[in-house]
């Protein structure tokens, strides 16, 4: 079965670009999305179909797809932007998610 | 604003079926293009898709859960419900009902841009 590969936590300092990084088998010939999950809060969509932002998400949100990788960036991180990442695409008629990186705000 | 809300038991007992229904409102369960879907997370864990109704009652359920799985639509009340059976205490988790939009109609690429609250069951005796 497909699946989508993250690191399980990335730290950045305030004000600098956090990156997070998603892997899979040709993963850039696929759509990517991500979402970003507070404790005790439903998952919010802030990238799809790779590059897309929903309106409400900042522009600091920014999203590329290529090979086998798709990656999140967090310009300007704010201690705010703390949460547990997920990276999503669709593989044979099924969703699949990464397992998830926490970001932490240093 | 499309909002979802699922309502079930917060408990349920090993072996037993649970059932979850998602109520919807600000579009219509029928209209074309949205994937209607269901998608658990385990205490502490990552986000596990369940499965996924179309407007059609066309189904994809997860191949690891896809034999104890029912998705279904209700569409007199804008509502879809899930059914999973012989319940373990591994299918404790936080259960959210989610739209899979696709305005183009191209499944593959969906994304997931309104979700219900989530709501918590324990498969327990």
């Known amino acids: 079965s497909y699946a989508l590969t993250q690191p399980p936590s990335v730290s950045v300092s305030p004000g600098q670009t956090a990156t997070i990084t998603c892997s899979g088998d040709e993963l850039g010939d696929k759509y990517a999305s991500w979402y970003l999950q507070k404790p005790g809060q439903s998952p919010v969509l802030v990238v799809y179909r790779d590059s897309n932002r929903p309106s409400g998400i900042p522009e600091r949100f920014s999203g590329s797809n290529s090979g086998n990788t798709a990656t999140l960036n967090i310009e300007g991180t704010q201690a705010t932007d703390e949460a547990d990442y997920y990276c999503?695409?669709?593989?044979?008629?099924?969703?699949?998610f990464g397992g998830g990186t926490k970001l932490t705000v240093l | 604003q499309v909002q979802l809300q699922e309502s079930g038991p917060g408990l349920a007992n090993p072996s037993q079926t649970l059932s979850l229904t998602c109520s919807v409102s600000?579009?219509?369960?029928?209209?074309?293009?949205?994937?209607w879907s269901w998608i658990r997370q385990h205490p502490g864990k990552g986000l596990e898709w369940i499965g996924y109704?179309?407007?059609?009652?066309?189904?994809y359920y997860n191949p690891s859960l896809r034999s104890r799985v029912i998705i279904s639509l209700d569409t007199s009340n804008n509502q879809f419900s899930l059914k999973l059976s012989f319940l373990t205490a591994a299918d404790t988790a936080v259960y959210y009902c989610?739209?899979?939009?696709?305005?183009?109609?191209?499944?593959?690429?969906?994304?997931?841009?309104?979700w219900g609250q989530g709501t918590l069951v324990s498969v327990s005796s």
């Open positions: 999503q695409a669709w593989d044979t008629n099924t969703v699949v």
């Open positions: 109704i179309y407007a059609n009652g066309n189904t």
């Open positions: 600000g579009v219509s369960i029928s209209s074309g293009g949205n994937y």
């Open positions: 989610a739209r899979d939009s696709t305005p183009d109609g191209i499944a593959a690429a969906g994304y997931f841009d309104y």
